[in-house]
Antibody
């Protein structure tokens, strides 16, 4: 059973950089899956941030692309998120998730972390 | 404003059936499979349906999915109070990103 666990600071100052890590257990990050970050502002819906493959290939949400960096550490079986120049609008629960793409037009998240709340405030 | 459109809320009585719609365009639903997620209060989303109508192991057959053109539908039969949750549809978009619906809150009266 694959498990994902997010970790990182729960409070970030405005204009600072949000940094989170997702530890993967019960499976290899080098498997044929994509690894994503998804966020959910309080009381609102889900927003996909971006994803990474174990090779280092990435895709980002166009609306966040200029501020996002996702990286992978295969030796630690984990991947990370950095979001720069944060504002109060970036306050959200941040989830990591495993993305599966069985065919060219198929993509879904089958495993999710429990989520971690990050608040942007001075 | 979400790329995919869902009704904000739906409700039905225990034992009844409910459907939740998800509307998109040719750049997303029209050319890709749809997945559905259930988010119980205070928890992470959980995969309910993938590739339009497939259920992961452990998901009861009370949950079903379908797709036609640029719209998809989640159906839930035999409603239980434990089904009260937010439901989200999701799919891949030609902008090279994953897109979600705004979510639908299901109330079991």
């Amino acid at each position: 059973q694959v498990q994902l666990q997010e970790s990182g600071p729960g409070l970030v100052k405005p204009s600072g950089t949000l940094s989170l890590t997702c530890a993967v257990s019960g499976g290899s990050i080098s498997s044929s899956n994509w690894w994503s970050w998804v966020r959910q502002p309080p009381g609102k819906g889900l927003e996909w941030i971006g994803e990474i493959y174990h090779s280092g290939s990435t895709n980002y949400n166009p609306s966040l692309k200029s501020r996002v960096t996702i990286s992978v550490d295969k030796s630690k079986n984990q991947f990370s998120l950095k979001l720069s120049s944060v504002t109060a609008a970036d306050t959200a629960v941040y989830y990591c998730a495993r993305g599966r793409s069985r065919t060219l037009h198929s993509y879904y998240f089958d495993y999710w972390g429990q989520g971690t709340l990050v608040t942007v405030s001075s | 404003q979400s790329v995919l459109t869902q009704p904000p809320s739906v409700s039905a009585a225990p034992g009844q059936k409910v459907t939740i719609s998800c509307s998109g365009s040719s750049s997303n639903i029209g050319n890709n499979y749809v997945s559905w997620y259930q988010q119980l209060p205070g928890t992470a989303p959980k995969l309910l349906i993938y590739e339009n109508n497939k259920r992961p192991s452990g998901i009861p057959d009370r949950f079903s999915g379908s797709k036609s053109g640029t719209s998809a539908t989640l159906g839930i039969t035999g409603l239980q109070t434990g089904d009260e949750a937010d439901y989200y549809c999701g799919t891949w978009d030609s902008s090279l990103s994953v897109v979600f619906g705004g979510g639908t809150k299901l109330t079991v009266l």
